[in-house]
């Protein structure tokens, strides 16, 4: 038989008591399978219940089990006289139903175990390493279940049945401070928001589980969660506190309070409880009983703290030797050489310091004679009993040393000296010199600019191309030329007369000055050459950037010619200054600007690619100084500066170009309202008069004076009216659209249609006067001619008769002239 300290140890479980399935009538062979399958249960998805009648560790588990039938004899199914009455059937329903409660379900958490979820087997053997994890579940819970929280309180000295919360368990005194300040929150498992998430997390499951059971519990009242737990419940006929069954249901953040209500409450009335007062079915109450413990014990120290800084600060100062004048002669002087402090200050100082020196003598003699012999009833007394001193102070090394000194292990220094000065530059003076020299030159270039930033406003294109591309000349120029020749001039100015050695201007040979301490000199100078021109030009290019963001605007909505909304605000509220200024004109009968408007995209970009390929390809300060030695041949070092490929300069260019595509988007919905004026732009003067009076050419007199007199009339109201609706100018945000062209294009078109009408309508009124003139003279000169023939006679004579009806026929023409 195999030793049962060698067995795992889930195998000491013990058999669960058999429940009303396991019936004596049932065969052996079923009763072992029944057995068989309550631990499949428990390994499987097994929930520990509660010991009434339901099914252990189902997945139905808070479903009641069906009693068995009641097995009768023939003999009393018979005999009339046995018939139970009503009545005794309805206390037999009664008391079968009595158990069920028609409240919800309290949600179990599971306990805490670090086990994994599958258990692993050793190989060969086939044995567990560990026990299941659901067995270790259902030990836990059966342990927690038998834990007395009570017993363990009073172990711990703590009676909640004579005492509460704000008194002192060990006096029986009143607390001064609340108990649920010292709550050490290390002792918790779950914190108070979890505790309620993983009771919610289970309440949807175990609706659904009710609904399909058609439980009562489905109607009752909903709660974010229900967890199973004990809180602290006092009872007012005998003033004592015990520990009840409830139900916890939410928690408030504000008031750090659960709200619970009592397992057994019909009303359900809610209950506010701290943490400290709450233990949940899933936590050690040993753990819960350590954790009150230890607020309690910590609120006794606190409390005997107070009472024992308040006897010292009680205490008389008159006999306190005050601090010696030197010393505060001491402490003024390192006062008031202190930047910002005057003599007033110190004074306060000194008075303050004073009144510490005292309080730290009375502390220094009350600390002495507390623990002589007639001091022992106060040391002993409930105020001080609990007593720390040094209970707020902080922790030091109290490890003594031999010599009065912290000891250290070997250490050469002179060895690491002479390494140090041996590779070092900084030990001589002409050394020291050059960096003086080449750093005050480095901080000139903290002031320059590749790109300015500082831009007059209401500027054209070209005009800020030519403004940034002489700056970008004049920068790149004094770069490469005066500031590291000034830089060359502080090196070699420094080291010239230091001959042979380590500075050696005059070296030739490769090898030497490869280990040479100027060759290091130079590396390090060309390193903070490199560094100041990577941070002046990374400031240059945030700077540029940030010139564009502030004269971008977020939101531009147009909504007429002459109404432009910022953000929602109107135009004339909203105070902006635009960057560029931007003519409008027409040309080729439509409304452009002078510039391209991608140009404003890619000429502020093209500059910043500019801006940094000019810095490119500069030699190194070491080519500088020592040219003749390179002059014999190799590779000249180059600086390296900042190149467009790298992180900072591509998301500025980004930025840029993304800032100046949006700012042209108002622009380009401006430009596409002067769409209704297509009609007037696309039109031909000339052509559209002559057509106007080519139609009246066969018929003159059908032509209306009056509606000719109206149409000239509009046209002189339209070019009017186009200098009220169209600006001399507006702000779209980054730009100023000047348009001034435009308005008076318009303007004059109108015009030049009502000059022309009008001169049109003098030549037409012209040539039928001329025409009705020349049909008179006719006339006239047919009545003037002579008549040599009677044939003749009787020709004017009918000619005469004629005359009254052509000149009704020219009648009306001579009324419209």
Known sequence: MADKSSLPKHHNLKSPKRSLNFRSTQSPKSASKQIENVYANIIGNAILSSPSREVPFSATRGSRIASPKHVTSPQRLNASQFAPSSAYQSRLSREATSHLSTAP????????????????????????????RKIEVYRK?????????????????????????????????????????????????????????????????????????????????????????????????????????????????????FSIIWDGDKTEEVDQKHRLEVLFDAEDAEIFAARLAAA?????????????????????????????????????????????????????????????????????????????PQFKRLRESDELRTLDVNFLMPTSDNRKSDRGMVSVPAYNFNNKLHGFRFYSFFTRSEACAALKGVQLELLKLHTEQMLSHKVDHNVRLDDFEQLQSQKLTATASYIKRNWT?????????????????????????????????????????????????????QRSLRNYCELFRKACVESVEVVDLNTVRY?????????????????????????????????????????????????????????????????????????????????????????????????????????????????????????????????????????????????????VQLSVQLKTEIPQQIQLGLFTLK?????????????????????????????????ICAQSNEIKKRLQSACKTVEDLAAIKEYICEIPQMMTALQPRIDAT
């Open 567 to 715: 953000g929602g605000d109107s135009s004339g509220d909203k105070q902006h200054e635009p960057l560029f200024s931007l003519d409008v004109i027409i040309s080729h009968e439509q409304v452009r600007t002078t510039t391209d408007l991608q140009q404003f995209v890619d000429v502020p970009c093209q500059l910043l690619e500019k801006s940094l390929s000019m810095l490119q390809m500069m030699p190194q300060m070491e080519f500088l100084v020592m040219e003749p030695l390179f002059s014999k041949g190799g590779e000249i070092p180059m600086m390296r500066s900042v190149q467009f490929m790298e992180l900072l300069p591509q998301q500025i260019y980004a930025q840029i170009r993304t800032l100046l595509s949006n700012a042209l988007e108002p622009v380009q919905a401006y430009l596409r309202l002067f769409a209704q004026f297509d009609r007037w732009l696309t039109l031909n003067v000339d052509q559209y008069t002559k057509q106007y009076f080519e139609k009246y050419a066969d018929d003159p007199q059908s032509l209306n004076v009056s509606d000719l007199n109206a149409l000239i009339q509009k046209h």
């Open 141 to 257: 819970r059966k342990l927690y279940q038998a834990q007395n929280i009570a017993q363990l309180l009073l172990d711990k000295a703590i009676n909640y049945e004579k005492y509460d919360n704000s008194t002192d368990h060990l006096t029986g005194k009143p607390a001064l401070l609340s108990l649920f300040l010292f709550d050490n929150t290390e002792f918790e498992m779950y914190s108070p928001q979890q505790w309620i998430e993983t009771g919610a997390s289970s309440i949807q499951d175990q609706e659904n589980i009710n609904s399909q059971n058609e439980n009562p519990m489905a109607n009752s009242k909903k709660f974010k969660c229900k967890i199973s737990a004990k809180a602290l419940k006092t009872k007012l006929l005998h003033n004592a506190r015990t520990w009840e069954k409830c139900n916890v249901i939410d928690y408030d953040d504000d008031t750090q309070r």
């Open 296 to 372: 309690h014990v910590l609120r006794r120290k606190y409390e005997a703290y107070i009472r024992y800084a308040l006897y010292i600060d009680n205490m008389p100062t008159e006999d306190v030797t005050p601090i010696s004048t030197e010393q505060i002669n001491r402490i003024l002087a390192n006062a008031t050489s202190s930047p910002g402090v005057c003599m007033s200050d110190a004074s306060a100082l000194v008075e303050e310091i004073n009144m510490e020196w005292q309080r730290t003598m009375n502390k220094i003699v009350f600390d002495t004679n507390l623990y002589r």
């Open 485 to 537: 020749n000034a830089i060359k001039s502080c090196i070699t100015g420094s080291l010239r007369d230091s001959g042979k050695g380590w500075f050696n201007l005059r070296e030739r040979n490769r090898e030497v000055y490869q280990f040479s301490k100027l060759k290091k000199l130079l590396k390090c100078t060309n390193m903070k050459m490199e560094d100041t021109l990577r941070f002046m030009i």
């Open 105 to 132: 379900a309290a949600t179990e958490i599971e306990p805490k175990v670090m086990l994994p979820h599958t258990a692993t087997t050793t190989a060969g053997t086939g044995t567990f390493q560990s026990p299941p």
């Open 739 to 771: 348009l001034d062209s435009v308005r008076n294009a318009l303007c004059d078109k109108h015009k030049q249609i009502a000059q022309k009408m009008l001169s049109l309508f003098l030549e037409f009124t012209r040539t039928q006067c001329s025409d």
